[in-house]
């Protein structure tokens, strides 16, 4: 059965997902990047973005992620319009690596940042939100990516409000702090599961 063993790892942008699922990784766990999935496919229709958005989100058949995003988060329609396109191929290529695991009858996660706006997972029934309030989430991305408080705002807009993730999921996992506590809360989270060992 699909998504049998898997649990949804979900939260908002710059909460830390990726590090956790890094992190979840290292502690045995298989991880399906559903943004990683996205980019593949991004890429590998890179000629139908053109076509869609314009050339000049494509530089020499690569898309600029970064041009294209700043478009999209600006103009919701546009957003909506690739999503519609791109999400039933993420969801297919989710399926196919979630056969492959449920194989193995072992637990698997699947990062998904999307995973309460996207009624395509209602089959997981195990979720994890990797929390940290909007005001910590707005200082990382004004220093990750370097981004006007207007386009993180537009970012911060096109998700669930992370205070509503954190009571959609089944468990939390608090990122508000250093690396060192977001390691104690996965170890915390994996012992509540029993899931070392298996």
Do not use: W
Not at 169 to 178: E, L, P, T, V, W
């Amino acid at each position: 059965m699909v998504f049998e063993h898997a649990i949804a790892l979900t939260g908002g942008i710059a909460t830390g997902k990726s590090t956790t699922a890094d992190m979840l990784h290292e502690y045995g766990f298989k991880i399906i990047d559903s943004d990683v999935i996205a980019h593949n496919n991004l890429q590998e229709y890179s000629s139908l973005v053109s076509t869609m958005f314009g050339s000049e989100y494509v530089d020499e058949g690569i898309v600029n992620r970064k041009r294209l995003g700043k478009y999209l988060f600006a103009n919701k329609s546009e957003l909506k319009r690739l999503e519609n396109f791109l999400h039933p191929l993420i969801h297919e290529e989710i399926k196919r690596k979630s056969v492959v695991n449920e194989e193995k009858e072992k637990t698997y996660f699947i990062d998904i940042p999307l995973f309460f706006e996207n009624s395509n997972y209602l089959d997981i029934k195990t979720s994890i939100c990797v929390y940290a309030p909007k005001e910590i989430q707005i200082e990382r991305m004004m220093i990750r990516d370097n981004l006007s408080l207007e386009e993180i705002h537009q970012r911060l807009d096109a998700q669930i409000d992370i205070e509503e993730k954190k009571t959609l999921a089944d468990y939390i996992i608090d990122n508000s702090k250093d690396t060192m506590h977001l390691d104690q809360e996965i170890s915390k989270f994996i012992n509540k599961l029993y899931l070392i060992g298996e």
